[in-house]
């Protein structure tokens, strides 16, 4: 079979392994996640509305754009499509990266097998669909890293060292924290230019690689200023963040790496890129190995930045993925060519074992039912025009639903209860939204979000947040005085048990 033929094989090969492994995270049986739902809502408000302005939340708008477009393809079910075709194009580009980089193709499929296997882990949730930002930049990384490789012993740079300034520019787009490769790709070519008196050549490279960002950047920055959303995107996104990420302790940090490692043990992942790690210090490495060698332990550390949510180590996957390969690399070289597929193989299905068994449980795993019921109740009682409150952090309803809050605050408690970023003055901005542009419906899902206490006066009182970083203010029962006063609580859905409140007739 000639190399075309082979390859063609196993893209294929791929491309059904990446359907199988994306299968619980299909929209069948299965409703947005709470990130996702945000998301989505937002999605939905362009282009004629615009992020942060009309909706608060604080993720950079790269996952935005990512979802309008997955809906102008096919509702939940195109979001879902862009994320299989993110989720190959990034299993084709790490294969030609491992390759290209001087670890074989033997080494090359397995370090792609590795970190695609690890992937389910952390990107699936029980009985949700998800569609997290982090997921979307695994091609971004991978195409860095080939691009680097490609452009790296050329005697002077070419676009590709512009493409992958661009590519920094999207991923940022998408989440700051996940570029840690672009900071390894730096760092190693300061080194090795300074190192080979370079200069000239190192100052082209680090121009082409900012001249695209930079662009890329100028046009958001224009595009949110000209909607009057600038303002409030800094304070979301920049402001926001800097006050949740500070709140980490030192001890937060390292058992945030500590569950990052071991949510890509199961697969066998955190072993190989440690053992992969180990043999590469030691030498010899190719330039390859060296980035993912410098770009792990920066990865370990944005990703330890918040709360060590599952899905902030996807970032962690590419660098994982080429020291794994690395040590495959390693491992042919000691047996030989015609051994080398044999001895791969065993490690390649035990590796493949627990996630395995974890998407066939998933994929059978439905939603509870909670979310589709509490739509299913707003759009029998409400018409498409009438707002609807959702007290809590299940965004996903309102767009199940295809209704519209009556404030930007479609979820509350990072907003209204982040310490160092709370404020009376937001809570006396949701209140007078809630006032003008009173909600015919509130639909109160605190007891299945994340640290929101009950609307009811007496729930309130009693409530103590889980998470220290957590503090609702008490101008908050403004929002409790408004619901008594104007609204009857008129049924509690029985199967989610959340309360819901009508507007009371004038």
């Not at 390859?7 to 199988?20: K, Q, R, S």
């Not at 899902?445 to 006066?457: G, I």
Request: hydrophobic share 55%; proline share 6%.
């Amino acid at each position: 079979m000639s190399l075309a033929r082979r390859e063609a094989f196993m893209l294929a090969a791929a491309a059904l392994l990446v359907l199988i492994l994306m299968l619980p995270n299909a929209p069948l049986r299965r409703v947005p996640s709470e990130d996702a739902g945000v998301f989505v809502y937002v999605a939905e408000l362009l282009p004629g509305g615009a992020p942060y302005r009309d909706v608060w939340d604080h993720k950079p708008p790269g996952i935005y754009l990512v979802d309008a477009v997955g809906l102008a393809v096919g509702g939940l079910w195109g979001i879902w499509l862009l994320e299989v075709a993110a989720l190959l194009a990034a299993v084709a580009i790490s294969y030609r990266a491992l390759v290209s980089g001087g670890l074989g193709s033997p080494a090359g499929l397995f370090g792609t097998l590795a970190w695609l296997v690890a992937a389910p882990r952390l990107y699936l949730e029980d009985g949700f669909e998800t569609s997290y930002p982090e997921l979307f930049a695994l091609p971004l990384q991978f195409g860095a890293l080939l691009l680097f490789i490609l452009d790296d012993s050329r005697a002077a740079p070419t676009w590709r060292t512009a493409a992958i300034g661009a590519l920094a520019a999207l991923a940022v787009l998408l989440k700051p924290t996940v570029v840690g490769i672009w900071i390894a790709i730096v760092l190693v070519l300061v080194v090795t230019r300074a190192r080979e008196g370079r200069w000239s050549d190192l100052a082209r490279r680090l121009a082409l690689l900012a001249a695209p960002a930079v662009a890329i950047a100028a046009v958001v920055v224009l595009w949110l200023g000209a909607a009057g959303a600038l303002a409030d995107a800094v304070d979301e996104v920049i402001r926001y963040n800097a006050s949740y990420s500070a709140f980490a302790s030192p001890a937060d940090r390292l058992a945030a790496i500590a569950g990052g490692l071991r949510l890509t043990l199961p697969s066998g992942l955190a072993l190989l890129a440690v053992a992969g790690a180990l043999l590469a210090v030691r030498g010899p490495r190719t330039r390859l190995v060296t980035v993912a060698l410098v770009a792990l332990p920066v990865e370990l550390l944005l990703a330890s930045a918040g709360r060590g949510y599952h899905y902030y180590f996807l970032a962690w996957l590419p660098a994982m993925g080429v020291l794994a390969g690395y040590v495959a690399a390693r491992v042919h070289v000691r047996v030989g060519n015609a051994r080398a597929k044999r001895v791969l193989l065993l490690p390649a299905v035990l590796m493949a074992v627990l996630p395995a068994i974890l998407v066939a449980r998933l994929t059978l795993t439905p939603d509870d039912g909670s979310s589709r019921e509490a739509a299913a109740y707003v759009r029998e009682h409400t018409g498409t025009s009438d707002r609807v409150l959702l007290w809590g952090s299940r965004t996903e309803v309102l767009v199940l639903a295809d209704r519209r809050s009556p404030t930007r605050y479609v979820y509350q408690y990072a907003a209204l209860a982040t310490r160092g970023y709370a404020s009376g003055a937001r809570v006396d901005e949701l209140v007078t939204e809630l006032e003008h542009e009173r909600p015919l419906l509130i639909v109160d899902a605190s007891k299945d979000s994340f640290v929101t206490p009950p609307l009811d006066r007496a729930g309130f009182a009693a409530w103590t947040s889980p998470e220290p970083q957590y503090a609702w203010l008490p101008e908050t029962l403004r929002i409790v005085d408004l619901v008594e006063s104007n609204y009857e609580k008129v049924t509690t859905l029985p199967q989610s048990g959340w309360p819901v409140w009508r507007l009371r007739s004038p």
